[in-house]
């Protein structure tokens, strides 16, 4: 059974940083491609940054690029995700996610598994 565990959200200050990580079981994660979405109230969900099984090519919203910064470990089945500089519009619950084919980084349907969530505040 695979799962994907994500932790290290809470609430932060803007201008703050927080370090999200994501442990995955139950598949060969070093075949992966890992994501990261992000969901805010209301809203669909949205495309925040992904990296390639062997971190060769990495990939980042428009709204995160020079903030955030994605990276994996695959020794220890892990991705993170560094956000620096937090801002209240970031405010949102973060999802991890696995795919092992990717047609689109970006596009949430590319994802065949998914983590459970991690809630992020920003306060002003």
């Known amino acids: 059974q695979v799962q994907l565990v994500e932790s290290g959200g809470g609430l932060v200050q803007a201008g703050g940083s927080l370090r999200l990580s994501c442990v995955a079981s139950?598949?060969?994660?070093?075949?992966?491609?890992m994501g990261w979405f992000l969901q805010a109230p209301g809203k669909e969900r949205e495309f925040v940054a992904a990296?390639?099984?062997?971190?060769?090519?990495?990939y980042y919203a428009d709204s995160v690029k020079g903030r955030f910064t994605i990276s994996r470990d695959n020794a220890k089945n892990t991705v993170y995700l560094q956000m620096n500089s937090l801002k209240p519009d970031d405010t949102a619950v973060y999802y991890c996610?696995?795919?092992?084919?990717?047609?689109?980084?970006?596009?949430?349907?590319?994802?065949?598994?998914w983590g459970q969530g991690t809630q992020v505040t920003v306060s002003s």
């Open positions: 139950g598949l060969t994660f070093r075949n992966y491609a």
């Open positions: 996610a696995a795919a092992d084919r990717v047609p689109s980084y970006s596009s949430a349907s590319t994802y065949s598994y």
């Open positions: 990296i390639s099984w062997n971190g060769g090519n990495i």
